[in-house]
């Protein structure tokens, strides 16, 4: 699933019910599937990560404790 979604992660984080699919896969995936998001996420223009920031900044924590579990 999480691939079917690659290259869509920021624009839905910043949806309602688009976030909480991304807080999921965040959650319950495998670790290939959090390092897709990450990278996904950290791979978007300055843009996408700001706006991002103002609601959705929870995600871009959970994105860095992904690299901390993986390291």
Same mark, same amino acid.
């Given at each position: 699933m999480? @691939? *079917?979604? %690659?290259?869509?992660? +920021?624009?839905? &984080? #910043?949806?309602?019910y688009?976030?909480? +699919?991304i807080?999921? #896969?965040?959650?319950?995936? &495998?670790?290939? =599937? *959090?390092?897709?998001?990450?990278? =996904?996420?950290?791979?978007? =223009?300055? /843009?996408?990560?700001?706006?991002? @920031?103002?609601?959705?900044?929870? %995600?871009?924590r =959970?994105?860095? /404790? +992904?690299? /901390? /579990? &993986?390291?």
């Amino acid at each position: 699933m999480v @691939m *079917r979604l %690659k290259g869509l992660m +920021v624009m839905m &984080s #910043c949806q309602k019910y688009g976030s909480n +699919v991304i807080e999921k #896969c965040l959650t319950f995936g &495998s670790i290939h =599937d *959090r390092l897709v998001i990450a990278a =996904d996420i950290t791979g978007a =223009d300055e /843009d996408q990560i700001l706006m991002m @920031m103002m609601d959705e900044h929870w %995600k871009l924590r =959970d994105t860095k /404790d +992904v690299g /901390d /579990d &993986s390291g």
